[in-house]
């Protein structure tokens, strides 16, 4: 396994420094623009706002059917140049944005962005770091996660004092020279991996092995589309979700605040205590938290829904570094990009359907889709027990 050119810890401390903040610039300027935006675009634009969240879920679309020629492209050659390119393309499809005069310039430039999510979001920069660093990659993925995770914290604020001081246009604009001006030069900086190419396929498995690894992949492709469903269809409506359930809207606000400190705690208890473990406990743990708080508020009401967002925000941040890791534990660094982008494909458009179907959802049964919700998660659990039977 190949490493990187100067691999000491501090060296690692400030790699996962610079593509967590890369990280952060991808996802603020693209997956977390139409929550700002989409009012002020719908508007000037005579559209509909859900058009934007409608240009969002195509470029997931695109991203997933994309996703795994780029990690074959990683395991083969590294991350740098597709982490790169992606902020390139990022400003090409935020002028474009910037430039629309009606839905059709619109679409164009969330199709243009989804070429950017498939080359550099956080399936690229963990493959990148798989590649760099082969299977002691979990603490680097953990940490990335970390600061990324901050993305709604600092993109959401910024996004909308543009919006309010030189309109949305500019704000884009402004967010393609940050990718430009900040995260590209942070990508540049990647170490190339030196020495042998990484294997595309388990070529030397043997045949009864490889039947396993097939059968774990699948496993896990079925947790993550339905923990992914999950993710972000609450995470994108939820001040909505538990309104239908009979929570003021002063109250679900303010719940929903808590999902990005949780979310952080969630992966601090990755990166320390629970990095002792292998990544199939923590997954487990975070798919069992959706179920224990959809069961908290059942039991409690208004009195659980704190417990209830806490419980969610914690479970999400750990799933969002299972990802990541649990590929990387379960059928090691070899192929790993291949791999996580075949992985990746079915919950990408599982997200980005997620948002809609929830919100019909919930909008036809009400407090019942908090437990679809959860059953999804459970449908999680039982996946993650199978690749446990598998592994024994």
């Not at 780029?70 to 395991?75: L, T």
């Not at 109250?251 to 990005?260: R, V």
């Not at 979310?263 to 069992?288: D, F, K, N, T």
Request: charged share 10%; aromatic share 8%; net charge positive.
């Amino acid at each position: 396994m190949s490493e990187p050119r100067a691999d000491g810890a501090a060296a690692r401390r400030w790699l996962i420094a610079r593509v967590g903040f890369a990280q952060l610039v991808a996802f603020g300027s693209t997956y977390y623009l139409p929550a700002v935006l989409a009012q002020s675009v719908a508007r000037d634009l005579g559209v509909p706002a859900a058009a934007s969240f409608a240009g969002l879920s195509a470029a997931l679309v695109v991203s997933g059917f994309l996703g795994p020629a780029v990690g074959r492209y990683v395991d083969r050659h590294g991350g740098r140049l597709p982490l790169t390119l992606s902020n390139l393309v990022f400003a090409a499809g935020l002028a474009i944005h910037a430039a629309a005069q009606g839905p059709v310039v619109l679409g164009l430039a969330w199709l243009v962005m989804g070429v950017g999510m498939a080359l550099g979001y956080y399936e690229t920069a963990f493959a990148a770091l798989a590649r760099l660093y082969g299977a002691s990659a979990r603490g680097q993925i953990a940490g990335v996660t970390l600061i990324a995770g901050l993305t709604s914290t600092v993109s959401w604020p910024l996004t909308a004092w543009m919006d309010a001081h030189v309109g949305w246009r500019l704000a884009c604009l402004i967010w393609a020279a940050v990718n430009l001006i900040v995260a590209l030069p942070l990508n540049l900086s990647v170490p190339k991996p030196t020495g042998a190419r990484t294997p595309l396929a388990d070529r030397d498995e043997e045949p009864d092995e490889a039947g396993s690894s097939k059968r774990a992949m699948i496993a896990l492709a079925v947790m993550y589309a339905a923990t992914s469903f999950v993710a972000s269809g609450l995470s994108s409506t939820l001040p909505t979700v538990l309104g239908h359930v009979g929570i003021d809207a002063t109250t679900a606000i303010w719940a929903s605040t808590l999902l990005g400190p949780a979310q952080v705690v969630g992966r601090l208890a990755e990166v320390g205590w629970l990095g002792r473990y292998h990544p199939i406990v923590s997954a487990s743990v975070a798919c069992a938290f959706l179920p224990l708080g959809v069961a908290a508020f059942a039991i409690w009401g208004p009195g659980g829904v704190a417990a209830f967002a806490i419980l969610f925000g914690i479970g999400n941040g750990l799933l969002t570094i299972a990802r990541g890791t649990l590929p990387l534990a379960l059928f090691g660094p070899r192929g790993y990009g291949r791999r996580v982008g075949v992985l990746t494909a079915p919950s990408r458009v599982t997200g980005a359907v997620a948002p809609l179907l929830m919100g019909l959802m919930t909008d036809a049964i009400g407090a019942a889709g908090l437990v679809v919700a959860a059953a999804l998660n459970v449908v999680g659990l039982v996946a993650l027990a199978f690749i446990r039977r598998e592994r024994h």
